[in-house]
T-cell receptor, first 114, second 111 residues
Framework: DTEVTQTPKHLVMGMTNKKSLKCEQHMGHRAMYWYKQKAKKPPELMFVYSYEKLSINESVPSRFSPECPNSSLLNLHLHALQPEDSALYLC?????????????FGQGTRLTVV | DQQVKQNSPSLSVQEGRISILNCDYT??????FLWYKKYPAEGPTFLIS?????DKNEDGRFTVFLNKSAKHLSLHIVPSQPGDSAVYFC??????????FGEGTQLTVNP
C-alpha cells in the first residue's frame, strides 16, 4: 500500500464555516505534511509533523489549524477562511529521512471559499 | 527568493524524441533532489530522485543528471511518449524534510 488518501476531494465552504480536511496513510511513515497549491504555481509547504509533533509551521495564518491524532492520520481544521484561500490542498507523507527518501502525495482536496 | 527554478514554463517534443527538462537551485544545503509529475487536479507523482553524492541516476526511460558545481539538474526522458504529457516539478530537500518545488514545466509530447 503506497497510497495517501485525502478526503473530501472537493469542498466548498463559506467564510464563516468550520470544516476539516483529512489525510490518511498506512505506509508506516512518521513524517506528514500539508502543502497548498494555487493554480499554475508550485506546491508550497504549510506544516510538517514528525513523529506526531508539529516540527515546521511556515508562518501559516491561524485560521488553518493542523492536527495529527496518530501516526497514520493528519487533519487540517479550517475556520473563517478567505476567498484567497481557495486552492488545492495536498497531504504528503514520508519516512523521517535517510537514503532513498521521498514524499508520497495524496490526490488533494480542491477547496473553494465563497 | 526562489531557491529552485525551472526557467522553461513549457516544452514541446515529438513522440520518440528526447525530452530534457532543466532545473537550477541556489541553496547549497539541498542534498536530495526529486522530480515529480503532475496532472491537473491530482497530487504530484514521484518519478525519480538523486542524492547529492551522485551525478546520475537512471530508471527506465528516465535519467536525472546532477551538476553540483553548477547547481543544476536535468531530467531526460527517452523515448518520449504522449502519456508523458504533464507538468514536471523539480524539488529539492534539505536532509529529508521539507520539499522546495520549482515552478514546473509543462511537457507536451506530440504524436
Amino acid at each position: 500500500d503506497t497510497e495517501v488518501t485525502q478526503t473530501p476531494k472537493h469542498l466548498v465552504m463559506g467564510m464563516t464555516n468550520k470544516k476539516s480536511l483529512k489525510c490518511e496513510q498506512h505506509m508506516g511513515h512518521r513524517a506528514m505534511y500539508w502543502y497548498k497549491q494555487k493554480a499554475k504555481k508550485p506546491p508550497e509547504l504549510m506544516f510538517v509533523y514528525s513523529y506526531e509533533k508539529l516540527s515546521i509551521n511556515e508562518s501559516v495564518p491561524s485560521r488553518f489549524s493542523p492536527e495529527c491524532p496518530n501516526s497514520s492520520l493528519l487533519n487540517l481544521h479550517l475556520h473563517a477562511l478567505q476567498p484567497e484561500d481557495s486552492a488545492l490542498y495536498l497531504c504528503a507523507s514520508s519516512r523521517a529521512g535517510g537514503d532513498g527518501w521521498r514524499a508520497f502525495f495524496g490526490q488533494g482536496t480542491r477547496l473553494t471559499v465563497v | 527568493d526562489q531557491q529552485v527554478k525551472q526557467n522553461s514554463p513549457s516544452l514541446s517534443v515529438q513522440e520518440g524524441r528526447i525530452s530534457i527538462l532543466n532545473c537550477d537551485y541556489t541553496n547549497s544545503m539541498f542534498d536530495y533532489f526529486l522530480w515529480y509529475k503532475k496532472y491537473p487536479a491530482e497530487g504530484p507523482t514521484f518519478l525519480i530522485s538523486i542524492s547529492s553524492i551522485k551525478d546520475k541516476n537512471e530508471d527506465g526511460r528516465f535519467t536525472v543528471f546532477l551538476n553540483k558545481s553548477a547547481k543544476h539538474l536535468s531530467l531526460h526522458i527517452v523515448p518520449s511518449q504522449p502519456g508523458d504529457s504533464a507538468v514536471y516539478f523539480c524539488a529539492a530537500s534539505d536532509r529529508g524534510s521539507r520539499l522546495t518545488f520549482g515552478e514546473g514545466t509543462q511537457l507536451t509530447v506530440n504524436p
